[in-house]
């Protein structure tokens, strides 16, 4: 699982900034960042960020090993 390949590939598909996404998943732009450098992260975020990309959790890491 790259949960920052995952959630760079859906921020270029939506035209997202990762500002945009850390305020709809309730965290800060640091945060943001350190998670998108991230290969892991915890089922909750997993959760928040695969609902933020209207997507199934497994659709998002899928999204992340191609």
């Known amino acids: 699982m ?3 390949k995952s ?4 921020l270029l598909n ?4 990762s500002y945009e996404l850390a305020s709809q998943v309730g965290v800060s732009e640091t945060h943001m960042s350190r998670i998108s450098n ?3 992260c915890t089922g909750e ?5 695969s609902k ?3 997507m199934s959790v497994s659709e998002f890491v ?3 090993e191609e």
Do not use: P, S, Y
């Open 38 to 40: 991230q290969k892991h």
């Open 45 to 49: 975020m997993l959760e928040k960020l």
């Open 14 to 17: 939506r035209g997202q900034t």
């Open 52 to 54: 933020a990309f209207d």
């Open 7 to 10: 959630i760079k590939r859906c």
């Open 2 to 4: 790259n949960v920052g």
């Open 62 to 64: 899928a999204l992340g």
